[in-house]
Structure formats: C-alpha cells, structure tokens
C-alpha cells in the first residue's frame, strides 16, 4: 500500500495551476477567465496547507490570507466586469480595447 | 487505507471538476464544476488537518464567492462562448511550451520532494493555535487585510454604482 506523502497533494495542486493556467489563456470569457484565476489561487492554498503538514501552521495562516485577498478580488473583478459591460454589451476579453490608443 | 482511499476519489473529482470548468462552453456550468472542486479541495484539507481551512474554504470559496460569481452570470445574461479556434502562434509556441512546462515541473517534484508521510488523525491545526497565530503573530497582516478587504468592497460598490446616481448623489451632497 502507497502511504499518501506531500508529493500527491503537490501532483493535484500543480494539475489545478495548470489548468487555471490554460482557462486564463485560452477562454474569452471574462467570468471564466476570473474563475480560472481562482482555481490558480486554490492550488497555491493546497499546496500552502500540504507544507504547513511539514513545517508548522504559518502555512494555513497564509492560506486563510490567500482566501481572504481571492475574496477581495473576485468582489473588485466582478465590479469592474459590471460596469465594463454596461459601456460595451461584451464579457469577451478580445473586445476589451477601450485603453487601446 | 481510508485515508488514500479519500485522497484518490477526491483528487479526482477535484482535477475533473477543473477539466470541465475549461470544457463547458456556458459559464453557469463552469461555474458550478468550480463548485465542486471548491468542495473537493475542502476534504483534501481535512484529510491535511487543516479544519479551519476546510470550514473557510467552504464557507468563503463555496458559499460566498461563488454565489457572487454565479450572481454576476445571471445578471449579465451571459451566453454560451463562441468559438474562435485559436491563432496559430499559440498552437506553434503554447503547446510545446506547455510539454516543457509539464516535464520541468514534473522533475522538480520527483527529485526535489521528500517521502515524508501525510496521515490522517493526530491533527495537528486545531483553530485554537490558528488564532493564537493570528490574532498574535499575525496581528499587523490580519488588521492591514480588514482595511483591504474594506477598501475592496467600496471599490466594487463605486464601480458597479449606476453613473447615474453617483451624479445624482454629487448634486444633492
């Protein structure tokens, strides 16, 4: 039997980057772009709290840090996207040009 | 053996839950897979110890964050995405990027991370040393992410105000 050690949590954290990664990259929504960002900050928290495992609880203190500033940002995101839409009648990433000269 | 048994399923759930939330087309679907990774990602930290993190990751990430997401969807009525079948720069350079990516991050954790064994049981982050952390060494950190998070929410309120009544409010104040 395979005992679980910090490299699993690590294989499942660097998988979740990953794919946040590509949604950042290659989605045109802008709602799923800032869920993508999201599932980025959730694997830093996984690995965070798989550390604290090691190294003592700091790593989970961060992690509610992390959750706290994902908070923050999802509200700030969101109002931006809101009232990016009522100018444009868009949510595609591409057809945000308004700072473009 | 419970234990890895948790471990496998969840993982699971949690990486399908990702791959789907890239897969579906119509964001109201992306966001409920988000949902479940976000619940997923909760058993992980318990089976870490980490039961103030777990509760938090289901009551902040879960609950309030994704309700403002899903919130927003509906509000803007967004539908499904159209296609645009990418550029050919990025099919040129993204995918071998991606290859390099992968295998570099995939040798740096095979040769640079111990064996150390994560069990269940024993949990050692109980909230009480949590918010001993907090509350004490952290007490700067917590207070400085009160004022962001507060600067934060009349960001998003000025932001989604209607200009309309901002101009209004500016007449009458």
Known sequence: MVPITTLHYL??????????????????????????????????????????????????????????????????????????????????????????? | MLHLVLFLIFGAICVAGAVNLLVQRHPINSALSLVAVMASLAVEYLLLGAEFVAAVQVIVYAGAIMVLFVFVIMLLNAGEEARTGGSRVAILFGIPGMLAGSLLVAWVLITHSGTQEVSAGALPGPPREIANLLFHDFLLPFEVTSVLVLIAIMGAVVLAARPESIEQQKREG
């Open chain 1, 11 to 101: 294989v499942v954290a660097a998988a979740l980057f990953v794919l946040g990664v590509i949604g950042v990259l290659t989605r045109r929504n802008v709602v799923i772009v800032l869920m993508s960002i999201e599932l980025i900050l959730n694997a830093v928290n996984l690995n965070l709290v798989a550390f604290s495992r090691l190294y003592g609880l700091h790593g989970q203190v961060f992690a509610i840090f992390v959750i706290t500033d994902a908070a923050a940002e999802a509200a700030v995101g969101l109002g931006i996207l809101i009232a990016f839409f009522r100018n444009k009648e868009t949510v595609n990433v591409d057809e945000v040009d308004l700072l473009k000269w």
